[in-house]
Nanobody
Framework: QVQLVESGGGLVQTGGSLRLSCAAS????????MAWFRQAPGKEREFVAR????????YYADSVKGRFTISRDNTKNTVYLQMNSLKPEDTAVYYCAARVVTASTYQNWGQGTQVTVSS
């Protein structure tokens, strides 16, 4: 059973940085895509970034391109989201998600971690 545990959220000022971590367990992830999504109060959950575990191919939402970086550490089975130049509109609960590369939807989700950016 896949388990995803996020950490690293918190309160930061505009322009600051945070690094989120997603510890993955329960299986080998070499054929998985891992992603970060976020949900702000009163809004729908939105895609932030994705990485293909094998090969490291990445893809970003336009709203975070150039500011956020997704990466993974194979030895620790952990996916990271480095967030720089944070803005108040980045305030949300951030979720880690996983899917088999060939799947069209994300089947596994973490519990989320709160990121708050103060102006």
């Amino acid at each position: 059973q896949v388990q995803l545990v996020e950490s690293g959220g918190g309160l930061v000022q505009t322009g600051g940085s945070l690094r989120l971590s997603c510890a993955a367990s329960g299986r080998t992830f070499s054929n998985y895509a891992m992603a970060w999504f976020r949900q702000a109060p009163g809004k729908e959950r939105e895609f932030v970034a994705r990485i293909i575990w094998s090969g490291g191919n990445t893809y970003y939402a336009d709203s975070v391109k150039g500011r956020f970086t997704i990466s993974r550490d194979n030895t620790k089975n952990t996916v990271y989201l480095q967030m720089n130049s944070l803005k108040p509109e980045d305030t949300a609960v951030y979720y880690c998600a996983a899917r088999v590369v060939t799947a069209s939807t994300y089947q596994n989700w973490g519990q989320g971690t709160q990121v708050t950016v103060s102006s």
